[in-house]
């Protein structure tokens, strides 16, 4: 291999550790303030969780019992509608099997 190839893909190959190196940099920039900004979220959600056990926080309460009735209404309604649509297929698959009646045809 020539020199000048030889030196050309060494000087490539530095390059691209630099650059390597900089988005390593950068993605652990990004990593710590994820990290700090994941604590942050999870203090808001300690606190909250605390003034809800206490009771503290009666409207939110409020909110999350209204939002536990309607996610079991919204339930039994996916639930009800599952079974109509269970039904009808099945109904369906039952027609498809049965066997057709052929009116007879006069001579051709």
């Not at 000048?4 to 390597?20: G, T, W």
């Not at 309604?77 to 027609?95: D, F, H, M, P, W």
Request: proline content about 4%; hydrophobic content about 40%; cysteine-free.
């Amino acid at each position: 291999m020539p020199r000048v190839a030889k030196d050309s893909i060494i000087e490539q190959l530095a390059r691209n550790n630099i650059a390597l190196q900089e988005k390593t940099a950068e993605l652990i920039t990004s990593v710590k303030e994820l990290t700090k900004r994941m604590d942050e979220m999870v203090k808001i959600f300690e606190e909250a969780a605390k003034h809800i056990k206490e009771g503290t926080d009666k409207p939110m309460m409020d909110k999350l019992q209204n939002l536990l009735e309607q996610n079991k209404t919204i339930a039994k309604g996916l639930i009800l509608l599952e079974k109509y649509v269970r039904e009808k297929s099945s109904t369906a698959n039952i027609q498809q099997f049965q066997p057709k009646t052929v009116a007879p045809r006069g001579n051709l």
